[in-house]
């Protein structure tokens, strides 16, 4: 089986690439949703988070922006949590993976260059687009300022970096036919190049 990690700049269209992998059959995991579900009401690794930052967690409920804000600000904190949830996700994953029947399955992550998970699979897809048409679907798609893009694209990793560990960069600067033709085009090479017996990390 081929394992493929799928991940992109944000407002690049990672997401409807997704879609259109599913509509074509092939088995795609929201890693983003499952990271959501280790820490959903009465979740071991949710009694661990609240053991650690009380606050942040209310009548059983996890506030995201106050831990983001934790961990965000304090590298260590941020360990913190990812030795909490990680393993947890990554066992998740493993087992979705595990139980899939089909020649290639997709796992479809945000931060997946962010935090070197990108490693874990055969192939990577990167979903990019021109700074220009970034800029003005995050604007469109959030009601942000200009200030504000700005700084949701400061805080991103330049897509020029998650570019050059892709296996395949769908680009994303058309409408969704362009995108669609792209995406099959992008998977009919990950088919044809197949599990790798040993990739680069």
Known sequence: M???????????????????LRAQGVPVLDLDEVAREVVAP???ALAEIAARWPAVVQAGQLD??????IVMAAPGERRALEAITHPRIWAAMEAWIAAQQAPAVV???????????????????VVSCSPEVQRA??????????????RWLASQLPLADKEELATVVIRNDG???ALATATATAWATILERGAPAARSR
């Open 42 to 44: 009465g979740t071991p």
């Open 175 to 177: 409408d969704e036919a």
């Open 2 to 20: 081929i394992t493929v990690g799928l991940t992109g700049g944000i407002a690049c269209g990672k997401s409807t690439v997704a879609s259109f």
């Open 137 to 150: 679907r995050l604007q469109a798609r959030e009601g942000f300022d200009a200030a504000t893009t700005e």
């Open 64 to 69: 995201r922006k106050a831990l983001g804000a």
């Open 107 to 125: 796992v479809e992550a945000a931060l997946m260059v962010e935090t070197g998970s990108w490693r874990r699979y055969d192939h990577l897809i």
